[in-house]
């Protein structure tokens, strides 16, 4: 029985270091835990005076996770926002003033969960953009009356795989300029958002970790 | 720490004292009056209120009187467990067992109130000048009155003269904001014949709770009751009741600094009844009650004066109902009924103007196998053709374990009826959505994807053949077990235990995606919850002049379906601009506007040498939620909840020269109010405006 045991004990240590090799690849980037603040943007359209709809149009913000920052690139983007509406560069339009073309392959679910929590990718939740709408549409909780706010749902992260395979996790924290610790509907400036994400370089690499 | 030294007050009080004082004797009296406390509602029989198996409450005239209350809002607030909430929407409703004001039956005489625009019936609108008891009866009654009936009863039984001769008082109240409250009551008795007639008119320049908005909270308003009543007694066994009601109120309607308009509300109410008692066995009773119930507003763009919007909302309901009473003997008795509910609805955002007949019939089984036992046994089928017909059965049952103790138990059905709302929407809502009701998605879907409003089948989430199926009313299975204790005849000591299981809310849902960007919703039996608590009830009569009632009900009210996702990790919270945390499952708060501690303390005092009463009153209200604050939807304990609240009122009356009485009191002696105290604060409290002083005069003749 002893021998058995050591045997075990043996194997176990074995493999466990050999993890720790792994570990050590040289080949492997690091993970990018980073924050963007106030990405403007803009929309136009909505609802007017009187309270009617008029077809939303106006440029999308662009972001690239490679560079971390925005751009006006056509091809070299990952997701884009206007106003409350967030594209992915996969799949295609569903047919709104001003969308721009999706170039890449991108795909991407909201899950459920905290930053730290979500440490990995589920790719059988993976999804592009379609006719029936936006991937990403569910980010956010619309208070109603009297507040009016528009606060993103807590627990909801966008998951995302880039136009070239590779992951990326984001919270968004705010919705309103400087993400004010008691946003107000009414004097705060709309549309700037505010998130932490978190970027896994290494293509094909589905952990945050 | 208010809270426990108000539940001392409140509960234990009256023992405390009982060690201390000696009591005076007044057996005879108290007796009188117990035995004169009869209530209708439970049973729809005369019953005495101690000797029902039900969770029963009555507020006497004398209460109402002696308090100087003249809506009847504010009264139903300083009794055990019921609590007044406003909606956003306005009108002020019920809270009855944490059930919303949809689940209480509102009463006139034992005919329903309607015009629940909202859902709410806005009880404000009731004045208390001729009312001669409150009858509340707690727990799920559909079993006798059918839909709506699902948290319980308030019956407003309205007072009947019993002078031969012409009578009548006159009473005028003024306060501050400039309420305005005249009742004027004239009876007329002669031997078989009554008459009685009733005018009230209230009036107010309503408040400003938020300097910050140049909107009141309250605007300005005046409404006016008018009643008359018929009761002729044929023989001696035949009797004939008939009774109007008209109410209307016009008000100013200024939501905004940009637009401004006003509202209406017009209602009246006709009530026939005849009785006829044949023997000794047999009697029946015949009823016609309508009701018509008609509102509407409008709002003008104040800067030139051109119409922003407007809505009205019109409903009538037609009753002719049947009922016999058959008396076995002495210790059994049967009751039943057979009747036709007509309603039709005529509103803005209709698809159709419905119109629905509904025919009902009820039997109750009311039994005494032992003369320390009573049973009742009742159901009542509701038969419907737009949503699924209900089978409401009940039990109940009370048994006299010693001389002073008894222990009462009820289980019953109860439900309401999908509003109409629910059924027939066809809304465009101003930012470009769709809301439908149930029964229009069947046609209303295809005709938008043949317009292509929806773009394809494939923007459909919620499959049409789930709307196949008639809709569920919603409803509930109520539980109710009390004790009643009387340690000696002038002190009385009540618990009760309750509990609802709700299922078969109906909420919207996104069922499909619109081409301009936005969703179509519908009503779907989805939500489950369940409220459960326990009441307390205490009252002394010290002596014949000094008396003291304390009351508290703890209440845990909650969504099932969210207590599963806090047990399973699946609920999160985040302050604004800042990272999600994860919920543990004690972390859940429960359904929003509820609060788990209620306590009541009032005194009574009158002085008949001198002629005068006085009395003061207490209530609190433990903390609760209105509006989720941390992005999750739910209520939760680092939401941001209205805080603990007590108020108390004092009144007191003096009588001169027999027939007039002099009143002055103070409502919210310590002025509170819920004022924002930032620019992100907004009042969650807006129908309490401060500190009401009051004077009134009345005059008997």
């Given amino acids: 029985m002893k021998t058995v045991k050591l045997i075990t004990l043996l194997a176990l240590f074995i493999s466990i270091s050999s993890c720790s090799n792994d570990n050590d690849d040289p080949q492997l980037l690091q993970i990018e835990i980073d924050s963007v603040l106030n990405l403007h943007a803009p929309q136009e359209g909505g609802i007017d005076q009187m309270g009617n709809p008029i077809p939303i149009s106006g440029e999308f913000t662009k972001f690239d996770f490679s560079t971390g920052a925005t751009t006006t690139s056509s091809t070299e983007w990952d997701i884009a926002f206007r106003g409350t509406s967030i594209i992915i560069n996969g799949g295609v339009s569903s047919g709104t003033t001003d969308e721009p073309e999706r170039t890449g392959n991108a795909a991407a679910y909201i899950g459920t969960g905290t930053m730290s929590g979500v440490k990995a990718v589920n790719t059988s939740y993976l999804e592009q953009d379609s006719v029936n709408g936006y991937v990403l549409s569910n980010w956010y909780t619309y208070a109603g009356p009297p507040t009016h706010l528009i606060s993103p749902t807590a627990g909801k992260l966008l998951i995302i795989k880039t136009r070239d395979a590779k992951y990326a996790k984001i919270e968004i924290l705010s919705y309103y300029k400087d993400a004010p610790e008691n946003p107000d509907a009414y004097s705060d400036e709309e549309r700037y958002y505010t998130f932490n994400y978190v970027y896994q370089p290494n293509q094909g690499e589905l952990t945050f970790e | ?701």
């Fill in chain 2, 1 to 701: 720490m208010r809270f426990k030294s108000i539940f001392i007050i409140a509960v234990l009080f009256p023992l405390l004292c009982l060690s201390q004082q000696q009591v005076e004797k007044t057996m005879d009296t108290v007796l009188t009056q117990q035995l004169n406390e009869v209530v209708v509602t439970a049973t729809r029989t005369i019953r005495q209120l101690s000797s029902l198996p039900l969770p029963v409450q009555i507020i006497a005239k004398k209460e109402l009187k002696e308090t100087g209350s003249t809506r009847l809002d504010a009264i139903l607030n300083e009794q055990t467990g019921l609590i007044t909430v406003q909606n956003f929407i306005g009108g002020e409703g019920i809270q009855m067992q944490g059930l919303e004001s949809e689940y209480t039956l509102v009463l006139i005489d034992g005919v329903p109130l309607i015009g629940r625009s909202a859902g709410t019936l806005d009880l404000s609108r009731l004045s208390v000048g001729n009312i001669k008891q409150i009858e509340i009866v707690k727990g799920a009654s559909s079993s006798l009155y059918g839909s709506e009936a699902l948290g319980g009863v308030i019956n407003i039984i309205t007072d009947k003269s019993n002078r031969n001769g012409i009578h009548g008082n006159l009473m005028h109240r003024f306060g501050t904001f400039n309420e305005q409250e005249t009742n004027i009551n004239l009876d007329y008795k002669k031997e078989r014949i009554t008459l009685g007639a009733f005018i009230n008119r209230s009036s107010s320049n309503g408040y400003d709770l938020n300097n910050a908005t140049n909107v009141n909270t309250l605007d300005p308003y005046f409404n006016y009751t008018f009643n008359t009543k018929l009761s002729y007694d044929i023989t001696e066994n035949t009797n004939l009741f008939a009774s109007t009601r008209y109410f209307l109120q016009d008000s100013d309607y200024i939501p905004t600094d940009t637009e401004a308009g006003e509202s209406e509300v017009r209602e009246w109410n006709a009530h026939l009844k005849a009785n006829h008692k044949y023997n000794e066995k047999w009697s029946s009773y015949f009823e016609f009650y309508a009701s018509r119930y008609f509102a509407k507003d409008f709002l003008n763009n104040v800067e030139d004066n051109t119409l922003f919007s407007e809505s009205f909302y019109k409903e009538v309901l037609i009753r002719p109902e049947i009922r016999a009473t058959y008396k076995v003997n002495n210790k059994s008795s049967f009751i039943g009924g057979l009747g036709l509910d007509y309603e039709a609805l005529n509103r803005a955002d209709f698809s159709t103007t419905p119109k629905l007949t509904s025919p009902f019939m009820y039997l109750q089984y009311d039994t005494n196998p032992k003369e320390d036992l009573n049973i009742i046994l009742g159901a009542r089928f509701d038969g419907h053709n737009e949503y699924n017909s209900q089978f409401s059965p009940k039990v109940a049952f009370r048994y006299q374990i010693f001389d002073k103790l008894a222990a009462k138990g009820s289980v019953g059905y109860g439900f309401k009826a999908p509003d109409f709302r629910q059924l027939y929407f066809d809304l465009q809502g101003i930012a470009g959505y769709t809301i439908l009701g149930y029964n229009v998605v069947n046609t209303r879907i295809p005709e938008m994807l043949d317009s292509g409003e929806i773009g394809s089948e494939n923007d459909i989430f919620v499959p049409l053949s789930n709307f196949n199926d008639k809709l569920n009313p919603e409803n509930s299975i109520s539980y109710n077990f009390g004790l009643t204790y009387n340690p000696i005849s002038e002190l009385k000591l009540e618990v009760n235990y309750f509990r609802n299981d709700i299922k078969d809310l109906i909420d919207n849902q996104l069922i499909a995606n619109k081409t301009n960007g936005s969703g179509v919703y519908s009503y779907q039996n989805i939500k489950k919850a369940f409220t459960q608590g326990i009441e307390f009830n205490s009252s002394w009569r010290i002596s014949n002049s000094l008396k003291i009632a304390g009351g508290y009900q703890f209440l845990l009210a909650k969504d099932k379906d969210a207590v599963e996702s806090f047990k399973n990790g699946g609920a999160f919270a985040s302050f604004p601009g800042q990272s999600a945390f994860q919920l543990k499952e004690s972390d859940y708060f429960g359904l929003f506007n509820r609060s788990k501690h209620m306590a009541n303390f009032k005194v009574f005092y009158s002085n008949t040498q001198n002629k005068f009463n006085t009395n003061i009153r207490g209530t609190y209200r433990s903390k609760y939620g209105v509006l989720d604050t941390n992005n999750n939807t739910y209520l939760d304990k680092y939401d941001d909840l209205v805080d603990a609240y007590t108020m108390w009122n004092w009144a007191i009356n003096k009588t001169f020269k027999e027939n007039y009485e002099l009143g002055i009191g103070v409502d919210n002696i310590f002025d509170f109010t819920d004022e924002p105290t930032s620019n992100n604060d907004f009042t969650f409290i807006n129908n309490i405006p401060g500190r009401i002083f009051f004077t009134k005069l009345n005059i008997q003749f």
